[in-house]
């Protein structure tokens, strides 16, 4: 059945506006941003199909690469960028909510609360800085490097640099494992041990390294595993 024989309080744009977002499904939300269905199937067929494909998980899908998101019948590149676009949207608003110029890094928990929305359904690696000052406050955060399904490459002079420019009295390290596992690695704790030798020569600290995955986090900090 196509859209327009629905009545109009079964169309998702039409619903959303009458009855609130809050009102429709995931795959009504999601048929929004596609806009449109194939000669066979309506839109909303095309979202719950893609619902199905991340197993009914929003998470799931939001973790989709372009390509496999083109894998759903009756999405293709222009539609898959768009649904990427609207998840990346909400992975940055989350993060603006949890971390302000105010906020006050004072346990590894914190720095979870910040990178989760960031990291969580990631397929690749990816390594972020966060920036503080003498009183341990958010000056800022970003992404240094980015990497394949197991590993990210870190330059430690490129850290420094960063931290030195944002005249930062200390610094955490943060990256995600998609394999599910918050341990740490070896290259994890090598990696970690250079970093914190070149950033102690230009008297910065580096107070922690969160290593995630999924909904669980590892401390170096709190583990003790290297003295920082």
Known sequence: MKIKELCMDERPREKMMSKGAESLSNAELLAI????GTADRN????A?????????KLNTVASMSIEKLCETEGIGPSKAVTVAAAFELGR????????TSRTTISSAKTVFRIMLPLLRGLDHEECWVLYLNRANHLIAKERISSGGLDSTTLDSRVI???ALERKACGIILSHNHPSGSALPGTADIQTTR????????CD???LDHVVIASDSY???ADEELVKL
């Open 160 to 162: 420094v640099r960063k």
């Open 43 to 46: 839109v909303i067929d095309v």
């Open 92 to 99: 940055r608003c989350a993060s603006e909510d949890i971390a």
């Open 194 to 201: 250079q970093l914190d030798k070149a950033l102690k020569i």
């Open 218 to 220: 590892y401390s170096f």
């Open 204 to 206: 910065i600290s580096l």
């Open 48 to 56: 719950r199909d893609l619902m199905t494909r991340g197993e009914g």
């Open 33 to 36: 941003m596609l806009r449109t």
